[in-house]
């Protein structure tokens, strides 16, 4: 899945008008790009596995049941569609894209990426750490497929911080694209690494990618 520029448009802001389960399925084959002013480089991702999350689910961060702290740390999801809600896990960010309607909480969380601009300054965020994975510290072959084979993991890669949370994903410093020729086949299943509302089939992949998801589907349906 090479990246040709050619190959994609600017994503409009009514691209999230509807609910996380309408958009994450869009979001398959789109590309994230985000622009690090400090360093000057631009790290970008075409999009292979998503998750919808939204209030009415006791997975979400914002569902009334929540942790107080957790939902306290969560109004970005009650912004008008096309912001990021940026949570932390682990000290990692994770990014989330905004939808539906303003005042009600709905974000499609970005699970896994394939990298397409940048992939040496993001190899470099991803091997800063001492504990970080050996084989992206050495460059061995395939380490691109452990570059954002996780939510956490595209957070690094990307560069984020907490104080993205709320920026608007259609000004600097993000920027997004969809394809021309939309997914061909994607993939639809349940949730992963959640204990509430795991049933729900709101998780969906690249079925033509699946080496760089953050986890295979046990059992999938190509949509």
């Given at each position: 899945m090479s990246f040709d520029p050619n190959d994609y448009v600017p994503v409009e802001p009514d691209f999230f008008a509807g609910p996380a389960t309408e958009v994450a399925p869009k979001l398959i084959g789109c590309v994230v790009i985000?622009?690090?002013?400090?360093?000057?480089?631009?790290?970008?991702i075409i999009v292979v596995e998503t998750e919808a999350y939204d209030e009415t689910d006791m997975a979400s961060h914002c569902h009334p049941a929540a942790a107080a702290q957790r939902r306290n740390?969560?109004?970005?999801m009650l912004l008008p569609h096309g912001h990021a809600y940026i949570h932390m896990d682990r000290g990692?960010?994770?990014l989330n894209l905004v939808c539906s309607a303003e005042g009600f909480g709905s974000a499609v969380l970005i699970r896994a990426g394939r990298p397409a601009i940048g992939i040496e300054a993001m190899a470099e965020r991803r091997s800063s750490s001492p504990s970080s994975d050996r084989s992206i510290r050495a460059?061995?072959?395939?380490y691109e497929r452990k570059l954002c084979n996780g939510p956490c993991k595209v957070g690094e890669a990307l560069g984020l911080y907490s104080l993205l949370d709320g920026a608007s994903l259609f000004?600097?410093?993000?920027?997004?694209?969809?394809?021309?020729?939309?997914?061909?086949?994607?993939?639809?299943?349940t949730r992963i690494n959640i204990s509430k509302?795991?049933?729900?089939?709101?998780?969906?992949?690249?079925?033509?990618?699946?080496?760089?998801?953050?986890?295979?589907?046990?059992?999938?349906?190509?949509?």
């Open positions: 985000f622009s690090d002013l400090r360093r000057a480089v631009d790290t970008g740390r969560s109004s970005s990692m960010p994770c460059r061995s072959p395939g000004k600097p410093p993000f920027r997004l694209l969809r394809p021309i020729r939309p997914a061909a086949s994607v993939l639809n299943g509302d795991a049933d729900r089939p709101w998780r969906w992949g690249h079925a033509d990618h699946r080496s760089w998801l953050s986890s295979p589907f046990a059992t999938a349906e190509a949509v």
